[in-house]
């Protein structure tokens, strides 16, 4: 059984930089065909997708976190990681991760999340 | 810029009742979207994608329809354990951003 966990400080201070990894257990991180994805949620808010690191280390963050964010792939420990830079009170969150593997689907072009970590929140404070 | 809206922002029914929410996309996504159920503390679970597709697992009082830009999700039979925010997704374009969800009670 394939699952996520995600890992890291709950506490950053303003200005630092917020790192967080997907250890991800039951499969190969190197296995192919997967976006490996993270999203987060505010309080009491929505969910915000954050960017994804496909299979081969190409990646795409979503234009409104600029160029705060990198994402990158450890196959030898089997998982992935967030950084995102110059944190402050608005990114406190709970931060998920999450897979999204292209043969979900039947169609030709698929982006399923299929498989969440628990999540993990993250305060920015002083 | 791509938005995704979705309707009501939240709803009470009965156990037993049909209830229906909408997704509305800025532009056309085709059938590219996606359904979660996200429960109280809780990570969100997928339901249904490509509009129309129930994830394995997910209980069949569970539908989605629709294309283009307007998309339903319907739970045929309420139950206690249906009670959690829903939220769309799409995928036809970058980024895949979800809409703000609608939360489903049970009166």
Known sequence: QVQLQESGPGL???????????????????????FWTWIRQHPGKGLEWLGYIYDSGSTFYNPSLKSRVTMSLD?????????????????????????APTGHCSTSSCY??????????VTVSS | DFQMTQSPSSL???????????????????KYLNWYQQKPGK?????????????????????????????????SGLQPEDIATYYCQQ??????VFGPGTKVDIQ
């Open chain 1, 12 to 34: 950053v201070k303003p200005s630092q930089t917020l790192s967080l990894t997907c250890t991800v257990s039951g499969a190969s991180i190197s296995s192919g065909g997967n």
């Open chain 1, 75 to 99: 196959t030898s420990k089997n998982h992935f990681s967030l950084e995102l830079s110059s944190v402050t009170a608005a990114d406190t969150a709970v931060y998920y991760c999450a897979r």
């Open chain 1, 112 to 121: 399923a999340l299929d498989l969440w970590g628990q999540g993990t929140l």
């Open chain 2, 12 to 30: 009470s029914g009965f156990v037993g009742d049909r209830v229906t929410m909408t997704c509305q996309a800025s532009q056309d996504i085709n």
């Open chain 2, 43 to 75: 990570a969100p679970k997928l339901l249904i994608y490509g509009a129309s597709t129930l994830e394995t697992g997910a209980p069949s009082r569970f539908s989605g329809s629709g294309s283009g830009t307007q998309f339903t999700l319907t739970i």
């Open chain 2, 91 to 96: 995928y036809d374009h970058l980024p895949p």
